[in-house]
Structure formats: C-alpha cells, structure tokens
C-alpha cells in the first residue's frame, strides 16, 4: 500500500519559514518524480516544485529564490524548504510522486500565513 505522509505545515508570519517533510512508502521511491503541490481556497492545485530521481529540479516563478526542494531517497523522503513566506502561500500543500502511470498523492498540509 502506498502512503505519502506530510507533515511540517502550520502558522507563520510573513517574512517567516517552514520546511514541508513527506515520507514515502510503498514505491520505489529513488526512481519516482516527487512534487509539491498548493491549492489555496477557491483555486485549482498548482505544481509548486518537483525533483527528478537525477534531482534535477523545477519550481514555478512564484517559489524561485524563496524554496527549495530536495529528497533524500535513504530516507524515502522529500522536503520543500520555505522562506520568506508571504500570506499568498497560504494554502493545504500537497506531496506527489509519480512514475509513468502511477501517480500518488498525501493527504495534505495547511500551512498558513498571518499576521
């Protein structure tokens, strides 16, 4: 069975910092793209970052030079590191793998904002 457990999410202010962990289990992770995705309310899930098995990487314009994505295939983890964080990040992030024709999902994270 395929599990995909996030965890790290939470409040913050703006200008603050959150790292996004997801443990994988159930696939071979090192040959799986991992991704995290955000959906805010009233928005469709939007592809935040991604990182190969090679670790080449990818990350939309908004997260360029503020995130990180990395993965530690020992571990069967991958992490989005978050920095300043602003209150239009403020959505459930989502942890993703996918290998041709299979795709998993985790159950989410909130992470919020605020002030």
């Known amino acids: 069975q395929v599990q995909l457990v996030e965890s790290g999410g939470g409040l913050v202010q703006p200008g603050g910092s959150l790292r996004l962990s997801c443990a994988a289990s159930?696939?071979?992770?090192?040959?799986?793209?991992m991704g995290w995705y955000r959906q805010a309310p009233g928005k469709q899930r939007e592809l935040v970052a991604d990182?190969?098995?090679?670790?080449?990487?990818w990350y939309t314009d908004s997260a360029k030079g503020r995130f990180t994505i990395s993965r530690d295939n020992a571990k069967n983890t991958v992490y989005l590191q978050m920095n300043s964080l602003n209150v239009e990040d403020t959505a459930v992030y989502y942890c993703?793998?996918?290998?041709?024709?299979?795709?998993?999902w985790g159950q989410g994270t909130q992470v919020t904002v605020s002030s």
């Open positions: 993703n793998s996918r290998f041709r024709h299979m795709n998993y």
């Open positions: 159930g696939i071979m992770f090192s040959i799986y793209i």
């Open positions: 990182i190969a098995s090679g670790g080449n990487t």
